[in-house]
């Protein structure tokens, strides 16, 4: 099942802050957030594992909600290298190993 | 360059043909995941191999999409009779599993065009 992502477009500018938020019906076992930008091939960003941790690096970080399998993806004091399109990937709790990709959350930072 | 490689990275062909696309992992890692994408989507899971063995292959490949890897190494692709909805960017992707999960890394893709 893909996760639904929210919102599908954004629009900022620079400094500004945006929240990208990855749904579930499924129960997770991790979620992964991916930038990709035009032409090239995505880039990994984190990895959550069930626990409701948060993680981050820089000026980017991420929750996750076991109990809600949501996810959220959040961008502080935006840059103009933040703009791309960004991808959750879940992994299933049930045994299967693969990633299922979200449609993404297209990103545009303008300055 | 020691990332992930694919060869080539534009395939155009005639509806009917077969394809075959290459792979080069990271050499210490070992899975090796294949992805489709298409213009506004995510990457689309295919199949992928823990070192020689294929563990998982998606319900919604046909049986004209196949894919090797056949010492833990690179890996191949293969697509016969080609359709136009074969049409896409198709992504490699290695990894190495460790306990705190894995990150895989994307190797350019390969976009093939069919007409």
């Known amino acids: 099942q893909q996760p639904v992502q929210s919102p599908q477009a954004v629009i900022l500018r620079e400094g500004e802050d945006a929240v990208i938020n990855c749904s579930s019906s499924?129960?997770?076992?991790?979620v992964h957030w991916y930038r990709q930008k035009h032409g090239e091939a995505p880039v990994f960003l984190m990895i959550l594992l069930k626990g409701g941790e948060q993680k981050g690096h820089d000026k980017i970080s991420a929750s996750f909600n076991e109990k809600k399998q949501q996810s959220s993806l959040y961008l502080t004091a935006s840059q103009l290298s933040y703009s791309g399109t960004y991808f959750c990937g879940t992994e299933s709790a049930s045994g299967s190993e693969k990633l299922v990709f979200g449609k993404g959350t297209k990103l545009t930072v303008n300055p | 360059d020691t990332g992930v490689s694919q060869d080539p990275r534009h395939k155009i062909t005639k509806r009917g043909q077969n394809v075959t696309f290459r792979c080069d992992p990271i050499?210490?890692?070992?899975?090796l995941y294949w992805y489709r994408q298409t213009l506004g989507q995510g990457p689309e899971f295919l199949t992928y191999f823990q070192n020689e063995a294929q563990l998982e292959k998606s319900r919604l490949l046909s049986d004209r999409f196949s894919a090797e890897r056949p010492k833990g190494s690179f890996s191949t692709l293969e697509i016969q009779r080609t359709e136009q909805g074969d049409s896409a960017m198709y992504l490699c992707a290695s990894s190495r599993r460790m306990p705190l999960g894995e990150e895989q890394f994307f190797g350019p893709g390969t976009r093939l065009t069919v007409l």
């Open positions: 499924k129960a997770l076992y991790s």
């Open positions: 050499s210490e890692h070992n899975r």
